[in-house]
C-alpha cells in the first residue's frame, strides 16, 4: 500500500511542477515607449534626414542653391529637395513612398541662416509626416515654432568636433485601423539635440 | 489486563528469538540479497506529466527564429517598431498542461535500456483587442514529441533504480500560428511552414521507486521541458 500512496504522491508533484500559466500576456505594444519610439524614428526620418542631406551636399561642396538636388533616407525612401529662394529649399517625398508593407511621405520648408560664428543655422518649419501601414496612420508636425539645429563645437587638443543639434518639438498623432479621429498621441521635445522632454497618451 | 501483558512477553520473546535465530539471520541476509538484484521484468510502460514546456511556450509565443525574421523582412532598421505591431492583437495568459506523455522502456541489460516516449503538451491562450480590449479570439496550439530515448541505469534494484537518460526525436507542432504562417514581402506572398522540428531531451537524474508498478521522477533539460518531470508506471 505504502508503494501505490509514494508512486500516487510523486504523480501529484509532477503535475503541481509541471505549472499551469506559462506567460502572463499583456500588451507589449501599445504603450508610451513603444508610441515615444516610433515618434523619435519619424523625427529622424523627416527634419535630421532633410537637413543631414543639404549638409552632405556643402561637405561634398555642391552649391546647394542649384536647383534640385535628390536624396534619401537611410538610402531607401528617396526624397527631393527643391530650392524655393536663396538659402530656402522644400525637402518632400515624390508623393507616397511605398512598400509591400507601408506607405510613407514628408515635406517641410528648410532654410539656412548664416551665423557670426561662422558655422550655419538650419531651420525646418511646416513640417509634416506621414505613415501608413494597412489601415493605420501616423502623422507628424511641429508643434510650439520651427525646428532649428544649430551646431555646437567642442574645442578637444587633437581635435575639433562639431554636431549639429536639434531643437524644438514634435507632436506624432496616431490614427489606428482607419479611424478619422486621434486615438493616441506623443509629443517630443528636442534640446540640443536630446531628448528634453516626451510624453504619450494612449487614448481609451 | 493480565491477558494484554501475557500477549506483549509472547510477541516479544517471538521477534527476538526470530532475530537472533539462525534461520531469522539468514532470512534477513536472504531479503537484503534479493533487495539488491535488479529488478527482473524487462519491460514497463510510464504515463508521466512534465514541466515546464519551455521551448514549446516560446515556439507558441514568439515563433522559432524564421518568423523573427519574417516580420523584419520587408523592412529596415528603422521600421523595428510599426504601426502594425503597436496595434496588433495581444494575448491574455498563456497557459499549458505541461508536457502529457506515455513511455515505453526495455532492459537491453542491467545498466542499460532503450525506450519510446510519445508525449503531447497543449497550450492555449486567448488574443485581445490592442484597441478595446475585447476578446477577440481563442487559441490552442498542440506540440506532439516522439522521443527515443537511451536509458542509463546508475543503480538497479529491485525497488530503487537511479538513472539518466538521453533521448533525440522528433517534434510537431500543431496550431502553433507563428511556426505556419504567411508573409507578404516586395516579392510576393511567401507560405511557411516550420512546424515539424527535431527535439531532444537530457535528463541526468531520476529516480524510480517501487517494483512492478512505481513512480518515478527525473529531472531534464530540453525541447519536453525544463525541469521535473514525473509519474508511474507499471513493469511487466
Redesign the interface.
Known amino acids: 500500500m505504502k508503494?501505490?500512496i509514494?508512486?500516487?504522491?510523486?504523480?501529484a508533484?509532477?503535475?503541481l511542477?509541471?505549472?499551469?500559466?506559462?506567460?502572463?500576456?499583456?500588451?507589449?505594444?501599445?504603450t508610451s515607449y513603444?508610441?515615444q519610439?516610433?515618434s523619435y524614428?519619424m523625427t529622424?526620418?523627416t527634419s535630421v534626414a532633410a537637413v543631414s542631406a543639404l549638409n552632405q551636399l556643402l561637405l561634398d561642396g555642391t552649391d546647394i542653391n542649384r536647383e534640385g538636388f535628390n536624396a534619401s533616407?537611410?538610402g531607401?525612401i528617396p526624397f527631393r529637395i527643391t530650392r524655393k529662394s536663396q538659402d530656402c529649399w522644400e525637402a518632400a517625398t515624390d508623393g507616397e513612398y511605398a512598400?509591400?508593407?507601408?506607405r510613407f511621405s514628408f515635406s517641410m520648408t528648410v532654410r539656412r541662416e548664416p551665423q557670426e560664428d561662422g558655422h550655419d543655422r538650419w531651420t525646418c518649419s511646416d513640417v509634416e509626416a506621414t505613415?501608413?501601414?494597412?489601415q493605420?496612420?501616423?502623422t507628424l508636425a511641429n508643434i510650439g515654432g520651427d525646428i532649428v539645429f544649430d551646431w555646437d563645437t567642442r574645442v578637444y587638443p587633437t581635435l575639433v568636433e562639431s554636431t549639429l543639434e536639434q531643437n524644438g518639438s514634435y507632436r506624432v498623432e496616431?490614427f489606428?485601423?482607419g479611424m478619422t479621429g486621434c486615438?493616441d498621441w506623443c509629443e517630443i521635445t528636442f534640446s540640443k539635440g536630446d531628448i528634453s522632454n516626451c510624453r504619450a497618451s494612449i487614448g481609451r | 489486563m493480565k491477558i494484554w501483558t501475557v500477549l506483549a512477553l509472547l510477541t516479544a520473546g517471538t521477534v527476538s528469538l526470530s532475530a537472533a535465530s539462525p534461520f531469522g539471520a539468514w532470512q534477513q541476509h536472504r531479503q537484503r540479497r534479493l533487495d539488491r538484484q535488479p529488478v527482473p521484468e524487462r519491460f514497463d510502460i510510464r504515463l508521466g506529466v512534465a514541466g515546464s514546456p519551455v521551448r514549446a511556450g516560446s515556439l507558441y509565443l514568439d515563433g522559432g527564429i524564421g518568423a523573427w525574421l519574417a516580420k523584419y523582412d520587408d523592412s529596415y532598421d528603422w521600421y523595428d517598431n510599426r504601426l502594425r505591431d503597436i496595434y496588433s492583437d495581444y494575448n491574455g495568459p498563456t497557459r499549458t498542461t505541461g508536457a502529457i506523455g506515455i513511455g515505453f522502456d526495455y532492459a537491453v541489460c542491467r545498466w542499460f535500456s532503450v525506450s519510446a516516449d510519445l508525449a503531447v503538451t497543449l497550450l492555449w491562450h486567448d488574443s485581445y483587442d490592442a484597441i478595446t480590449n475585447q476578446q477577440v479570439r481563442g487559441g490552442t496550439g498542440a506540440a506532439i514529441y516522439l522521443l527515443p530515448r537511451a536509458k542509463f541505469m546508475y543503480m538497479n534494484r529491485r525497488n530503487v533504480r537511479l538513472y539518466g537518460s538521453l533521448g533525440v526525436g522528433a517534434a510537431k507542432y500543431v496550431g502553433f500560428p507563428k511556426l505556419s504562417y504567411s508573409y507578404t514581402s516586395d516579392s510576393g506572398v511567401h507560405f511557411v511552414d516550420n512546424s515539424l522540428r527535431p527535439c531532444g531531451e537530457f535528463s541526468p537524474i531520476g529516480i524510480e521507486v517501487g517494483r512492478k508498478f512505481f513512480g518515478f521522477a527525473e529531472l531534464g533539460v530540453g525541447t519536453l521541458y525544463y525541469g521535473l518531470q514525473a509519474g508511474i508506471g507499471y513493469k511487466f
Open positions: 508503494k501505490y509514494l508512486s500516487l504522491l510523486v504523480a508533484a509532477g503535475l511542477l509541471a505549472g499551469c500559466t506559462i506567460d502572463e500576456g499583456g500588451n507589449p505594444y501599445r513603444k508610441l519610439s516610433f524614428r529622424q526620418r533616407v537611410d531607401e512598400t509591400a508593407s507601408l505613415q501608413t501601414e494597412d493605420s496612420r501616423a496616431f489606428p485601423r486615438l
